[in-house]
């Protein structure tokens, strides 16, 4: 599904976006921007190279690749996901205290969802969106 410019769904996400604009103390590091299994290619020797960087910038919020492996892999799979590795990432490798991983993720989904619309995915645009009101 293509989405296109002014639609209900792009101010749904823009709300979003306004209403976790983070107040948070977020690390920040370079983000792939779209981190799925299948923009890894196997290379020489065993090497592992990730390819389609088309969506990357800096500076991005630390740990947003991570969320969105774990979640759109699941959801285009058909998968049961599960955040603990995300939550126990946020905790140890960045130092964010557990009682904010709700609004971590929610801002999180909340790109995410803006990145899928970009692409023209109304169904993940969808799924990330309703994550920025409800994390999981």
Known sequence: HRVRGGTPLRAEVVEAL??????????????HGDFVPWNFKGGKGGQLNIIDWESAWYPGPAGYDLYYYLTTTAVVLGKRINLSILRTYLTERLGYPK??????????????????????????????????????
């Open 18 to 31: 306004e209403k976790v604009s983070c107040s948070l103390p977020v690390s920040v590091s370079l983000c």
């Open 99 to 136: 009682h904010i991983h709700g609004e971590v993720i929610s801002f999180f989904a909340a790109i995410a969802s803006a990145f899928a619309l970009g692409r023209g995915d109304e169904r993940l645009c969808r799924w990330h969106l309703a994550r920025s009101q409800a994390p999981l």
